[in-house]
């Protein structure tokens, strides 16, 4: 991760991307003699090379264009007329398309629509594992990539309309779906994954402060939430069926206090962190 966010082009990113990948894979795996995680990690490597390879794609187009990986050499000249591609047999323009191919990549790591099928599967992994690729690695990656390449993001107008609506459709959809849930750590990977589509909302919009203000709020709140249910299962043997729990207050009184403060931050309760991004998304 420190190498993906400390590079200065998108070899060093990219590398360090495949690294957060293969990491999460193998920590998904950890309890690789049961069936579900092995399941739940076969899973989550297709799907992510899906992004990977957008992302792959996006780099090769943007060295073709501008002969250069650097990152501040290609938003120097991003602002140059740029010919058209012919991609799915639509024309497009060259930044349009490379923007469009980079936002599958982040679609990958990040969760959003048609790929955030792996997400909720990793949480067959132990929860410690859960809170770390949740809150601090993997899914920050998508949303770190297009808040680092913004520069470039705001030439194509039609870019940013894809990627404010996938943003849009994701939060919705993972809030619904999480709903309907029954599992205490599902609920939680499809609250993430709601979040997420907040983030890349957010950027869909120009607003990337905000964005990446909410990732790092996001982090905080999202570990104690998973860690808080962490001990809640442990300490009933295992169970993580919501329907079978209820009346632990009294039992666990520092445990419901810190999954309350972690609930109240997450529905953007006043006072608290995840109350601050809110009002500059919604202006």
Not at 24 to 32: A, E, G, V
Not at 37 to 66: E, H, Q, Y
Not at 243 to 265: D, E, H, I, N, V
Request: aromatic share 12%.
């Amino acid at each position: 991760m420190p190498m993906l966010v400390t590079g200065d082009n998108f070899l060093q990113l990219f590398l360090g991307w495949e690294g957060v990948g293969l990491a999460s894979y193998l920590l998904i795996h950890l309890w690789f003699t049961r069936l579900q995680a092995d399941k739940a990690a076969t899973k989550a490597m297709p799907v992510n090379r899906v992004g990977d390879f957008g992302l792959a794609l996006g780099i090769s187009g943007r060295f073709t264009l501008f002969q250069t990986v650097d990152f501040s050499t290609i938003f120097a000249r991003a602002s140059a007329p740029r010919n058209s591609w012919i991609f799915c047999n639509m024309r497009l323009n060259a930044i349009t398309l490379i923007c469009i191919l980079l936002l599958i990549g982040a679609a990958g790591k990040s969760a959003q629509i048609g790929l955030h099928t792996w997400l909720c599967d990793a949480m067959e992994g132990p929860t410690p594992v859960s809170a770390l690729i949740h809150a601090a690695t993997t899914v920050t990656a998508g949303v770190f990539m297009i808040a680092r390449c913004s520069p470039l993001f705001e030439y194509p107008p039609t870019a940013l309309i894809v990627i404010t609506s996938a943003g849009a459709t994701t939060s919705f959809l993972a809030a619904t779906t999480g709903i309907l849930q029954n599992d205490s750590k599902r609920v939680i990977a499809y609250s993430t994954c709601s979040q997420l589509g907040y983030m890349i909302f957010a950027c869909g919009i120009s607003n990337y402060s905000v964005s990446v203000f909410h990732l790092m709020n996001h982090a905080f709140f999202k570990l104690l939430l998973f860690l808080s249910a962490g001990s809640v299962i442990h300490a009933m043997s295992d169970e993580q069926d919501m329907r079978k729990m209820g009346g632990l207050a009294s039992s666990f009184p520092l445990t419901y206090a810190m999954m309350l403060m972690g609930s109240l931050s997450l529905i953007g309760f006043p006072f608290l962190t995840g109350f601050g991004w809110m009002a500059p998304t919604e202006l």
